[in-house]
């Protein structure tokens, strides 16, 4: 485990860690001034896959709405895009990757935000063949691979730059369903930890 992490922060950043690393690093292979749109800037992966872009020195575009949008601010995004009030693919144009952890209209729009050649990674969809062809771009449908040497990866990446996560809320064990429906109604910002203490 990384060592400026306590165990807490470490059970947070194990899943989302592995997988905006996977996408920014490895299939982006994202370089400084490219610009990429980050969907779900507030949620788990996005606040860390944030992170990594502007480490690189990327032009970082995300999508969130609500108490997210000052968040993701704070986190370094150059370009906000509240989703229930705007259209970011109105908004942005010329992009070299999206990364997309939402699925649905967010990734079919997506599309067209996208320059010829750009890439899409997306944790939600399939890849689409149609639209591929269609806007000349790369498609990956990721699935996160955890293992140790992404790991390994990971931990020397987070010592090194103070990559965060975000924990929205710690609950007991044994409010754990309370933790998952708040996860479905409220507008959770990172990630929910669920603690367990043995007696």
């Known amino acids: 485990m990384p060592k400026n992490l306590d165990f807490k922060q470490g059970a947070a950043m194990v899943l989302v860690g592995v997988s905006a690393a996977q996408a920014i690093i490895e299939h982006f292979n994202l370089q400084p001034y490219q610009k990429i749109l980050i969907h779900g800037g507030s949620g788990g992966i996005g606040t860390i896959a944030i992170q990594l872009a502007k480490y690189i020195g990327a032009h970082v575009a995300t999508t969130t709405t609500g108490d997210g949008i000052n968040y993701v601010k704070k986190l370094g995004a150059d370009e906000v895009i509240d989703y229930k009030n705007q259209n970011f693919e109105e908004i942005l144009l010329n992009y070299d990757a999206v990364f997309d952890t939402v699925g649905g209209e967010f990734y079919k729009k997506s599309f067209k935000v996208l320059k010829q050649g750009g890439i899409i990674v997306s944790m939600v969809e399939k890849d689409n063949e149609n639209f ?43 409010k754990i369903k309370e933790a998952f429906d708040n996860k479905e109604k409220e507008n959770v910002i990172g990630k929910i930890v669920i603690e367990i203490i043995n007696n």
Do not use: A, G, H
Not at 139 to 163: A, H, P, Y
């Open 132 to 174: 591929r062809e269609k806007y000349s771009v790369t498609t990956i449908n990721q699935m996160t691979k955890v293992n140790k040497e992404n790991l390994e990866k990971l931990t020397k990446f987070i010592e090194e730059n103070n990559i965060m996560p975000c924990i929205d809320k710690i609950y007991s064990f044994d």
